[in-house]
């Protein structure tokens, strides 16, 4: 009975630990690709916005280099950002770190980024080099060019999807890397941006979980290989010379090998787990720990156990008479204290015994493991208060926070002759979203709506630094380009954590019955007149906070009695189902197209409820902000 109880309790604890310890691997190496991609997604998404994309001259693309290259600085693992066209027009700003590259390029020296730009209709191809300070180094003119953007996996995915998409792992050709292009279309699915990030930190998160010196870690994709923890090369040359992903079957490594099989190996763990992050990148992890390696404490503890237990019987069948009490006493003591455990009742009490035999041994055991695990509980209930605690702590911010924009994040109130809905909905405790309404002395008011770049507590300070300086800015200023060239100044300063913030602002003239607008990377909002709902046309600066020194242009448009303005963020239109689709721009402008005689009120509950029976049980992704000015 003693060996049963010992060998039990040992193979409960074994299957518990295991289970924990692959799970927690499985979410370590998910959290380090989701740590890869997220500000990347973030980037394309606000360069599909900016005319880095929606401009066909040169001139106008090479404005944009010291915002692509911020945001190169910004993202290690990212080594180019390109645009495309359907007219076939290429650009693309790389870094030339790697050696073996700018030796390919013939750059000169000193050079660290490349722009290139291959006209569509011609093939003409062009070649800038820039060195650290982006001071243009050398311009070439190179032959013409037979490349066709238009045919690559992440152009023809993006524009087919309507949305941000990862793109398959494959080969840099030019770096001898495995990366992927995560790319985003443009609002009228003419033209997608892209970003080229390699995977090379992977596989030293895969050589990091050491759960045993033997233990073996992989991460693939449709049976090729993105990463894993031995040192063999991952990239194999096929018959032409070229360099290729090796398949699971090729890594030479048995225990590999026999998994890719779909063998099971014998005295081994296993563990395999795709991990759906998103439609079109769903890659299996696999984790294997040699048993023995990882039950050798275990299994020495119950070895010595079953040895004991069976010394113990023997020597009890001659004197079984003189010792039955003696011993059944605290077996039975020992049979109720593994049930209680078996429970998770570990406050248990046993009587104490004075012998050295292997029942007083285990008695002992038991009675070090009950210290051991009320100590764990204990611990555990302070973290737990410590962490009710923190959540408490961010409730009053969220509190301090919402008291920051109008209305406290839900406002519906008549401004003069204008009808205002507004709504904001943090993904966390606190979050980076804002809008602001500001009347003016001359009868005008202002109304402003901005994303950071982050969520969670880091965007929430840079959301009320953004409130604050609004407030400051906004009664004295020349004029919305002015204001917006001042705020960013400020922003850019000391700004070590590289934040920016997109953001749409205007100033709502009553009397004349007009707007004058302004955006710095932003969604386009729509403008809704009559029967007709379109995007709101007009020309981008980039985002507040990513470089100084930025323009930002101004327009004006009517907006007459009846007319309704819908400023948004990116947490509407990127909200996910539980399939992890994405809610998008055309759905948005579909769904405002039907309900166009709504009023502001009616027509913002609208897009919120149809946004919330959209994602269902799926957890909120981002920040949401609704802004929905109405002429009445």
Not at 190 to 210: E, G, R
Not at 327 to 341: C, D, G, R, Y
Not at 561 to 573: C, H, M, Q
Request: aromatic share 10%; with cysteine.
């Amino acid at each position: 009975m003693l060996a049963i109880l010992g060998y039990r309790v040992t193979s409960n604890l074994v299957d518990t630990s295991s289970r924990q310890i692959f799970n927690a691997a499985s979410k370590t190496i998910e959290a380090d690709l989701l740590a890869v991609y997220s500000p990347v997604k973030k980037a394309v998404s606000i360069l599909s916005y900016s005319q880095v994309v929606g401009s066909s001259a040169i001139e106008k693309r090479l404005d944009y280099v010291p915002m692509m290259v911020n945001i190169l600085r910004q993202l290690p693992v990212s080594t180019a950002i390109q645009s495309a066209s359907d007219q076939g027009d290429y650009f693309i700003v790389r870094k030339l770190v790697v050696e073996a590259l700018a030796e390919r390029f013939d750059a000169p020296a000193q050079t660290v980024f490349s722009a290139d730009y291959i006209e569509g209709a011609t093939g003409r191809h062009q070649r800038w080099f820039y060195d650290d300070d982006l001071n243009i180094l050398e311009h070439r003119q190179l032959p013409d060019s037979e490349y066709d953007p238009r045919t690559r996996p992440w152009f023809h995915s993006a524009i087919k999807s309507g949305k941000a998409v990862f793109g398959d792992p494959y080969v840099f050709y030019f770096m001898g890397e495995v990366g992927m292009t995560p790319g985003s279309p443009s609002p009228d699915l003419k033209s997608v941006i892209a970003v080229d990030i390699t995977l090379k930190t992977i596989s030293q998160s895969l050589a990091d979980i050491s759960v045993t010196p033997s233990a073996v870690a992989a991460l693939s994709h449709n049976g090729s290989l993105i990463a894993w923890s031995g040192n063999e090369p991952i990239l194999i040359k096929d018959e032409k010379g070229n360099l290729r992903q090796r398949t699971l079957k090729e890594l030479e490594h048995p225990i590999i090998n026999a998994i890719a099989n779909n063998d099971e190996p014998q005295d081994w763990l296993i563990y395999r787990t795709k991990m759906v992050l998103s439609d079109d990148f769903q890659p299996e992890f696999i984790l294997a720990v040699p048993e023995n390696e990882y039950l050798i404490n275990l299994q020495q503890t119950r070895n010595w156990v079953l040895i004991g237990a069976f010394v113990l019987l023997a020597l009890l069948i001659p004197v079984s008479w003189i010792f039955a009490h003696r011993i059944t006493s605290p077996l039975h003591a020992l049979h109720t204290v593994v049930n209680k455990t078996g429970k998770g009742d570990f406050d248990f009490w046993l009587p104490e015994v004075k012998s050295f035999d292997e029942v007083g041994e285990l008695n002992i055991a038991f009675r070090k493991m009950r210290n051991s695990l009320k100590d764990y509980i204990r611990n555990l209930a302070d973290a737990t208060a410590a962490r009710e605690r923190l959540e408490s702590e961010l409730d009053i911010a969220r509190k301090i926070q919402m008291g920051m924009v109008a209305g406290h994040g839900k406002m519906d109130v008549k401004v003069g002759n204008y009808q205002v809905f507004a709504r904001l909905i943090p993904a966390k405790a606190v979050g980076g979203d804002l809008y602001v309404l500001f009347k003016l002395p001359d009868g005008k008011f202002f109304i402003g709506v901005g994303d950071v770049s982050d969520k969670g507590v880091p965007a929430a300070l840079f959301m009320a630094r953004m409130v604050s300086l609004s407030k400051l800015l906004v009664p004295k200023m020349e004029s919305l380009s002015k204001m917006l060239y001042e705020l960013n100044e400020e922003l850019t300063e000391d700004n070590d954590a590289s934040m920016f913030v997109t953001y749409f602002c205007a100033i709502v003239d009553p009397e004349k019955s007009l707007i004058k607008y302004a955006c710095a990377g932003h969604n386009p909002p729509i403008i809704i007149e009559g029967t007709q709902a379109s995007y709101l046309e007009f020309e981008a600066g980039p985002p507040l906070g990513a470089l100084s020194g930025m323009s930002y242009p101004e327009s004006e448009r009517a907006f007459p009695k009846g007319a309704k303005l819908v400023i948004y963020s990116d947490g509407i239109t990127e909200a996910f189902d539980v399939n992890n689709v994405a809610f998008t721009e055309k759905r948005l402008l579909d769904l405002l197209a039907e309900i166009t005689d709504s009023g502001a009120m009616e027509m913002g509950q609208s897009v919120l409820e149809s946004v919330e029976m959209f994602t269902g049980d799926a957890p909120q992704s981002d920040d949401i902000t609704l802004f929905v000015l109405e002429s009445s």
